[in-house]
C-alpha cells in the first residue's frame, strides 16, 4: 500500500477535526462565469465540501468532483444527497501529484486550488487544460490579497494571474482569452465579517 503523500496526510489532519456543515453558497466566480453556459461535462479540481458542484449539479451539469481528502470526500457526497444531485455528481479521490481524472470535459474549474503544501499545482492545471473539449471553459480562481479573518504569514506574496498561467506553459494560439487578471469581490468570513479581497483569474475558452 503506497504511503500517504504529504498533500494528503495535510489535507485530512484538517478536514479530521472540521465541522462538515457547509455555506451552501457558490463560488461567487463560478457563479459568474458558469450561470450562462450550456450545461455539459464539468471537472472540479479540490471540491472541499462540495458546495459548487452541488450547485452546477441543480443546474443539470454532470460532475465529476475530486479532491485528496477522503475525509472531505465524504462531507461533500453527503451534501450532494441533501440537494437531491447525487445521481448528477461523482465525487472520487485524487491525489493530483499522482493521478488525475480520466475523460474529456466541457468546463474544468479549480477555485482556490492552493496548498501550504507543494503538489504541482501547474501541472495539475496543465492537465485540466488538456481535457477541455473545443468551446470548453477552462475557469480558475486563486487568491491575490489575504482573508482578514484567516491567520497567516503576513510577509506572503500573491502569484498574479499572469504569473500562473505562465506557469502552464499552455500554447496560446489554442485558447480564447476571456479574462486574465485581478478581480475584486467583497468576501463573507465565518462569524459574517464582510471584506473586499482580490481574486486572480485565469478564464480561457479552448479553441
Request: hydrophobic fraction near 40%; proline fraction near 5%; charged fraction near 20%.
Given at each position: 500500500?503506497?504511503?500517504?503523500?504529504?498533500?494528503?496526510?495535510?489535507?485530512?489532519?484538517?478536514?479530521?477535526?472540521?465541522?462538515?456543515?457547509?455555506?451552501?453558497?457558490?463560488?461567487?466566480?463560478?457563479?459568474?462565469?458558469?450561470?450562462?453556459?450550456?450545461?455539459?461535462?464539468?471537472?472540479?479540481?479540490?471540491?472541499?465540501?462540495?458546495?459548487?458542484?452541488?450547485?452546477?449539479?441543480?443546474?443539470?451539469?454532470?460532475?465529476?468532483?475530486?479532491?485528496?481528502?477522503?475525509?472531505?470526500?465524504?462531507?461533500?457526497?453527503?451534501?450532494?444527497?441533501?440537494?437531491?444531485?447525487?445521481?448528477?455528481?461523482?465525487?472520487?479521490?485524487?491525489?493530483?501529484?499522482?493521478?488525475?481524472p480520466q475523460g474529456e470535459f466541457d468546463m474544468v474549474y479549480a477555485m482556490f486550488l492552493e496548498s501550504p503544501v507543494e503538489f504541482?499545482?501547474?501541472?495539475?492545471?496543465?492537465?485540466?487544460?488538456?481535457?477541455?473539449?473545443?468551446?470548453?471553459?477552462?475557469?480558475?480562481?486563486?487568491?491575490?490579497?489575504?482573508?482578514?479573518?484567516?491567520?497567516?504569514?503576513?510577509?506572503?506574496?500573491?502569484?498574479?494571474?499572469?504569473?500562473?498561467?505562465?506557469?502552464?506553459?499552455?500554447?496560446?494560439?489554442?485558447?480564447?482569452?476571456?479574462?486574465?487578471?485581478?478581480?475584486?469581490?467583497?468576501?463573507?468570513?465565518?462569524?459574517?465579517?464582510?471584506?473586499?479581497?482580490?481574486?486572480?483569474?485565469?478564464?480561457?475558452?479552448?479553441?
Open positions: 500500500m503506497t504511503a500517504p503523500s504529504e498533500s494528503e496526510t495535510f489535507w485530512e489532519d484538517l478536514y479530521r477535526d472540521a465541522s462538515p456543515e457547509t455555506s451552501g453558497r457558490p463560488s461567487t466566480v463560478l457563479v459568474r462565469y458558469a450561470q450562462e453556459r450550456t450545461p455539459g461535462r464539468a471537472l472540479e479540481l479540490g471540491c472541499g465540501k462540495g458546495d459548487d458542484a452541488v450547485w452546477l449539479g441543480g443546474r443539470g451539469w454532470t460532475v465529476t468532483a475530486v479532491d485528496v481528502s477522503a475525509t472531505v470526500l465524504g462531507f461533500a457526497r453527503a451534501n450532494a444527497e441533501r440537494a437531491g444531485v447525487a445521481d448528477r455528481v461523482t465525487f472520487a479521490r485524487h491525489d493530483l501529484s499522482q493521478t488525475f504541482g499545482r501547474a501541472n495539475a492545471l496543465r492537465q485540466a487544460a488538456s481535457a477541455l473539449v473545443p468551446g470548453g471553459l477552462l475557469l480558475v480562481a486563486t487568491h491575490g490579497s489575504a482573508l482578514p479573518w484567516r491567520s497567516g504569514n503576513p510577509d506572503h506574496v500573491f502569484s498574479t494571474a499572469d504569473e500562473i498561467l505562465a506557469g502552464m506553459a499552455l500554447d496560446m494560439s489554442g485558447w480564447t482569452t476571456v479574462q486574465v487578471g485581478p478581480l475584486t469581490r467583497q468576501a463573507t468570513g465565518p462569524e459574517g465579517q464582510t471584506a473586499e479581497v482580490i481574486d486572480n483569474l485565469i478564464v480561457l475558452e479552448r479553441r
